[in-house]
């Protein structure tokens, strides 16, 4: 058993890692959480069914203890990564800065599921079948979401 699930974390582990930066956009928090996921997943092993991809049901549990994490400690956890700003072409990154801070906002904005189907896609860099399986959905359902959560953002740049 354990050299089943070294395999697993093995294999696995990249992966969980990035769906979990994607949500938090902090590296030190999303190493605490992806560990925390393999140590959940190990406890839970024997409640995996295999109806679907053992990938998807270790993002769900990373899903579910991010969020738990996020409300322990008040939903204060920074959402905008620190963008560093060198001294050449300074112009551009602080355009470049103000142009994502403007974008977070306003993705903060939106409603769930747009917000996160929208951050898993771009930021969590996912597939519309992984996002949809996360969700209990159709691959159909997160491109249709993804699509929608597009266009609010665009109408509200405007």
């Known amino acids: 058993m354990v050299d089943e699930f070294d395999r697993v974390y093995a294999e696995y582990f990249s992966e969980v ?45 990373a899903k579910n203890t991010y969020y738990s994490y996020v409300k322990k400690h008040n939903g204060e956890i920074d959402y905008f990564p620190e963008i560093v700003i060198s001294e050449e072409n300074i112009e551009k990154q602080f355009v470049d800065k103000e142009t994502a801070y403007v974008i977070h906002k306003v993705l903060h904005k939106l409603h769930e599921p747009y917000k996160e189907v929208f951050w898993l896609r771009i930021f969590g860099e996912l597939s519309f079948i992984q996002i949809g399986a996360l969700f209990d959905k159709t691959e159909s359902w997160a491109r249709v979401t993804y699509y929608r959560a597009k266009i609010m953002i665009k109408e509200e740049l405007q």
């Open 17 to 61: 890692y990035k769906f979990v930066i994607s949500l938090c956009q902090n590296p030190e928090l999303a190493e605490e959480i992806t560990q925390e996921t393999f140590f959940k997943a190990l406890k839970n092993i024997d409640k995996f069914k295999g109806n679907c991809k053992l990938s998807t049901w270790l993002c769900k549990i």
